[in-house]
């Protein structure tokens, strides 16, 4: 992004314009969605704090589970399982509601 400038004149001119930034050491980032998550494994996470906002940016191995709350009770229900024996089901059958169940009848 900045060619060949020297990532130490970067943080300098970054810190006279405010501009902060530290590293976050995480294992892993979830954001949680109305229909999902999306899941960041061996995240990279850098806080960037500016005129008192803070901000975010992550990097790292994403995945995407579409496994909604309505779905896991859904077959809950039509089975007669645990939440956990209705989450894994959801799983191995890539969030297919009807072979989730079948599987766990």
Do not use: C
Request: no cysteine; net charge negative.
């Amino acid at each position: 992004m900045f060619g060949s400038i020297d990532p130490k004149k970067i943080a300098g001119m970054m810190s006279k314009m405010g501009i902060k930034n530290q590293e976050i050491d995480a294992k892993r980032v979830i954001i949680e969605q109305e229909n999902g998550k999306i899941i960041i494994e061996n995240p990279q996470v850098t806080k960037i704090s500016m005129q008192g906002q803070e901000s975010f940016q992550v990097s790292g191995d994403v995945r995407e589970e579409s496994i909604s709350e309505d779905d896991i009770k859904q077959v809950m229900e039509q089975a007669k399982v645990s939440r956990k024996q209705a989450e894994d089901a959801l799983k191995q059958a890539n969030g297919d509601l009807a072979e989730a169940i079948l599987s766990l009848s």
